[in-house]
């Protein structure tokens, strides 16, 4: 059989690939510490199991709109329009499958065969896939985007952008002054936006992050903001998320999901509409506070580690050291897991090789065991 040349020319996602063979080596018996996960090692808060638990017995478990329900809709809408200061309705919001499926659905919207779309790097694993199944082309600078990067990008014909901070896999947020040179420059172009705000309350400086529409408010018309309920809320299962774009955008999309998904479950919206309602408020601090902890905690542990440099983290749940000496970080991971026990995931699944990156969402045992047995591995591994 033949298949679609597109699609076989898709890798598959490293990140959970690793995850799972950590998963399945723990279950055979072996001590394997985990440092891939993507997600809260937390319960889904009560307040918010409890509102999936009363839509199943109120019988909200059938078909909704295909958007989404329009509660949920209008409470996005809402935090939203407060939060970025721009006038939202929930016209505006598409509710999809998780912010994945979000991101899946606006870049399908707006990508033509042969598109071309800029992307940071280190980029999230999914984003150059979801540029290629859709036809297009991901342009990766090597390093990462700035004012004139998107300036050459455009000339070349550069249709979007796509932005995520705090960063999967570095956690780096851009200053005040770097954000309003890309809002600056993206002004001057006709180029989309899609700004992949998942870790947007998981970040550790002051003032949060700073976002490219707090700069340039009319950017609103072509920039679409992704974020969801899966990282804050620790409801990765739950598969809810949700983009803000244009009328037109969110219509497209909607199309788009009303023909491969239908809607995301009804009773996940239900819950999700809890969250963001704010009713597992203290419950989302309380993590909020245990991710800092650990955030310098692993820090800590990490600066002394020799043959490694890294960057502290100031938001999301991982920290991305550069090691000195490998440029083969795929081999490198895997000999880590075989002889350390001690899963992680390399750079180059973020196009960015001769890195690792190491999660914190884990217990602060996990992350002390999981320092020692990496520090260990890089001290016989160079004799020192
Ligand atoms: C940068 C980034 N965007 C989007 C997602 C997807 O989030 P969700 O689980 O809501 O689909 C993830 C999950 O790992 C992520 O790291």
Known sequence: MKYSRTIVSLSPSATLQLSAKAKELKKSGR??????????????????AEAGIRAIKEGKTGYTASTGITELKEAVAERYSIRRNISYTPENVVVSCGAKHNLANLIRSAV?????????????????????????????????????????????????????????????????????????????????????????????VEGGV??????????????AVVSGVSKTYAMTGWRIGYALANYEWSKLSGILQAHSTSNPCSISQWAALAAVEGKADKEKSEMYSSFRKRRDLICSLLSDVDNIEFDRPEGAFYVFPRLDAENDTA??????????????????????????????????????????????????????
């Open 210 to 223: 700073p976002h490219i529409l707090d700069y340039r408010q009319e950017l609103s018309e072509r920039t």
């Open 31 to 48: 001590d394997i510490v985990s440092l891939t996960a993507g997600e809260p090692d937390f319960p889904t808060p009560d307040p918010i």
């Open 112 to 204: 033509n065969p042969g598109d071309m779309v800029l992307l940071p790097r280190p980029y999230w694993v999914s984003y150059p896939e979801m540029v290629k199944a859709s036809g297009g082309i991901p342009v990766i600078p090597e390093k990462g985007i700035n004012a004139e990067e998107i300036l050459i990008a455009a000339d070349n014909g550069a249709v979007g952008l796509l932005i995520n901070y705090p960063s999967n896999p570095s956690g780096y947020v851009p200053s005040e002054v770097e954000m309003k040179d890309i809002a600056d420059a993206v002004a001057d172009t006709e180029m989309w936006v899609i700004s992949d705000d998942i870790y947007e309350d998981l970040v550790y």
């Open 331 to 384: 081999r490198f991971c895997s000999e880590l897991l075989e002889e350390e026990g001690l899963a992680v995931i390399p750079g180059s699944a973020f196009g960015a090789e001769g890195y690792i990156r190491l999660s914190f969402a884990a217990s602060d045992d996990d992350i002390r065991e999981g320092v020692t047995r990496f520090k260990g591995f890089l001290r016989r591994r160079y004799n020192t």
